[in-house]
């Protein structure tokens, strides 16, 4: 079965890097685009960033832009996010997801369109 596990969450002051990874396992994981999604508490989760399938094309949520590079090693079937410059904005857990391109009606920033998930990271950045 198919599973995504995050890993790297943790406490740093604002200013500082975190690298997150995420592990998967029963996939054929250079055949997913993924993504990595965030939520705050009260908060909805929202999109961070993406990568396609062979890593050529990222895309990133605004305000992540120049602080967060997405990357993905597919021989280790393995994606990572790394943090720089953190904020306390920042501040959620972090889930991985993978997407199937089977609802390609779906835009690529909307959860609905990613078929896995991860149990999540938890971010927490001090002011």
Not at 11 to 28: D, E, F, H, N, T
Not at 37 to 54: D, L, M, N, T, Y
Not at 109 to 120: L, Q, V
Request: aromatic content about 12%; some cysteine; glycine content about 10%.
């Amino acid at each position: 079965q198919v599973q995504l596990a995050e890993s790297g969450g943790g406490l740093v002051q604002a200013g500082g890097s975190l690298r997150l990874s995420c592990a998967a396992s029963g996939m054929p994981f250079s055949s997913y685009a993924m993504g990595w999604f965030r939520q705050a508490p009260g908060k909805e989760r929202e999109f961070v960033a993406r990568i396609s399938r062979s890593g050529g094309s990222t895309y990133y949520k605004d305000s992540v832009k120049g602080r967060f590079t997405i990357s993905r090693d597919n021989a280790e079937n393995t994606m990572y996010l790394q943090m720089n410059s953190l904020k306390p904005e920042d501040t959620a857990v972090y889930y991985c997801a993978a997407d199937s391109a089977l609802r390609t009606t779906v835009v690529l920033t909307s959860t609905r369109r990613y078929d896995y998930w991860g149990s999540g990271t938890q971010v927490t950045v001090s002011s």
